[in-house]
């Protein structure tokens, strides 16, 4: 007789990815003692590269797991970013509120997936915001996983969640490392052949402290939307005297970041007769910011002081000398 009984069944956990080492080892050990894992990584939209979702996937390639993507970019504005009850790490990173928006969501995806439990990266003590042991108990209070939520890489140092007490996952197997000495992670990554795990590019952009100038900076000006963030991760940022904000590209990759970036919120700069680079300004700008930006685009080019040079802003052009050095933009800058 073929019957499958419960305790048959194959268990299913759904692992909150970032696409860092320890997510990757905490679906390995998790994975290594039967568990389906399906990685979930949530788009918050301050990732800071382009290149994350190829290395997530080998990343989830190497330890045999499935990944999907879930785009929160304009709940996260909406809800967490700048009403966060626990509030912000060093920079403009809610950290707490943000884990537990986060595993609020894997929560509820978990009956839709079918999936037992969910498991994270985290470690008792390696993060100075998010992961104190205070910080984890009210990640799982804001996501009201309580026990369902395991973390492999710690769970020897905290209480026994629902998947150990039921005996779908061993205890004994996981660790319990705690601090920021990552020197069992990296064994464990020698041991098993991970290659190519260092993420590409750094982290979370709301943990940077220039990008989170640029964004309290602007939202004293606008409000921040989902099409307004791309622009925010390029360029040198300049707020204008009437009040224009001015995005210039620092070198090529920029310059098609800023180009792609361009929402009707803006307008597209480019000089018509030298090579320089793709500026973006506010679509409202007053004529005299326009013209200003259009000489400090032109500044910026491969131009010379003693000469006019024409610069498209938008569907007009203006005639423009540039400055005898970039000096006079400095008075402007949001960030260098
Ligand atoms: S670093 Fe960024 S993505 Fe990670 S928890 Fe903090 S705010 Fe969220």
Same mark, same amino acid.
């Given at each position: 007789?073929?019957?499958?009984?419960?305790? %048959?069944?194959?268990?299913?956990?759904?692992?909150?990815?970032?696409?860092?080492?320890?997510?990757? =080892?905490?679906?390995?050990?998790?994975?290594?003692?039967?568990?389906?894992?399906?990685?979930?990584?949530? !788009?918050?939209?301050?990732?800071? *590269?382009?290149?994350?979702?190829?290395?997530?996937?080998?990343?989830? %390639?190497?330890?045999?797991?499935?990944?999907? *993507?879930?785009?929160?970019?304009?709940?996260?504005?909406?809800?967490?970013?700048?009403?966060?009850?626990?509030?912000?790490?060093?920079?403009?990173?809610?950290?707490?509120?943000?884990?537990?928006?986060?595993?609020?969501?894997?929560?509820?995806?978990?009956? #839709?997936?079918?999936?037992?439990?969910?498991?994270?990266?985290?470690?008792?003590?390696?993060?100075?915001?998010?992961?104190?042991?205070? +910080?984890? %108990?009210?990640? *799982?209070?804001?996501?009201? /996983?309580?026990?369902?939520?395991?973390?492999?890489?710690?769970?020897?140092?905290?209480?026994?969640?629902?998947?150990?007490?039921?005996?779908?996952? !061993? @205890?004994?197997?996981?660790?319990?490392?705690?601090?920021?000495?990552? $020197?069992?992670?990296?064994?464990?990554? $020698?041991?098993?052949?991970?290659?190519?795990?260092?993420?590409?590019?750094?982290?979370?952009?709301? /943990? !940077?402290?220039?990008?989170?100038?640029? =964004? +309290?900076?602007?939202?004293?000006? !606008? &409000?921040?939307?989902?099409?307004?963030?791309?622009?925010?991760?390029?360029?040198?940022?300049? @707020?204008? #005297?009437?009040?224009?904000? =001015?995005?210039?590209?620092?070198?090529?990759?920029? &310059?098609?970041?800023?180009?792609?970036?361009?929402?009707?919120?803006?307008?597209?700069?480019?000089?018509?007769?030298? *090579?320089?680079?793709?500026?973006?300004?506010? +679509?409202?700008?007053?004529? +005299?910011?326009?013209?200003?930006?259009?000489?400090? /685009?032109?500044?910026?080019?491969?131009?010379?002081?003693?000469?006019?040079?024409?610069?498209?802003?938008?569907?007009? /052009?203006?005639?423009?000398?540039?400055?005898?050095?970039?000096? #006079?933009?400095?008075?402007?800058?949001? &960030?260098?």
């Amino acid at each position: 007789m073929n019957r499958t009984t419960l305790s %048959d069944k194959k268990r299913r956990a759904i692992a909150l990815f970032s696409g860092g080492l320890d997510s990757t =080892l905490a679906i390995k050990l998790v994975k290594d003692q039967g568990i389906e894992v399906i990685a979930l990584n949530i !788009d918050i939209g301050f990732g800071s *590269t382009k290149s994350k979702l190829e290395h997530m996937q080998s990343m989830c %390639d190497q330890v045999g797991v499935e990944l999907r *993507t879930l785009d929160i970019r304009d709940q996260y504005l909406r809800e967490i970013l700048f009403n966060p009850k626990y509030g912000y790490g060093k920079n403009f990173n809610p950290c707490i509120d943000c884990h537990g928006n986060m595993f609020r969501i894997a929560r509820e995806l978990m009956e #839709p997936w079918e999936a037992d439990f969910l498991i994270s990266g985290e470690v008792v003590g390696q993060r100075p915001m998010s992961q104190r042991r205070d +910080a984890l %108990d009210l990640v *799982t209070g804001l996501s009201e /996983t309580q026990e369902l939520l395991l973390r492999p890489l710690s769970a020897k140092v905290l209480p026994p969640t629902l998947p150990e007490c039921e005996g779908w996952v !061993d @205890r004994e197997k996981l660790l319990g490392i705690t601090g920021r000495n990552r $020197e069992v992670q990296l064994r464990m990554a $020698e041991e098993i052949g991970l290659k190519d795990f260092e993420k590409p590019g750094g982290g979370c952009l709301l /943990t !940077d402290e220039n990008f989170s100038k640029k =964004l +309290a900076e602007f939202i004293k000006y !606008d &409000n921040l939307e989902v099409e307004d963030i791309a622009l925010l991760k390029c360029g040198r940022h300049l @707020r204008l #005297p009437d009040g224009a904000k =001015l995005v210039i590209g620092r070198h090529r990759e920029d &310059n098609a970041m800023i180009d792609a970036a361009i929402t009707p919120k803006y307008r597209k700069i480019r000089l018509l007769d030298a *090579t320089g680079p793709i500026s973006a300004i506010s +679509a409202n700008a007053s004529r +005299a910011d326009k013209e200003l930006a259009a000489r400090l /685009t032109a500044t910026y080019g491969k131009t010379s002081p003693s000469k006019r040079y024409s610069v498209q802003v938008g569907e007009e /052009t203006f005639e423009v000398i540039p400055f005898e050095s970039k000096e #006079p933009a400095k008075k402007y800058f949001i &960030n260098l």
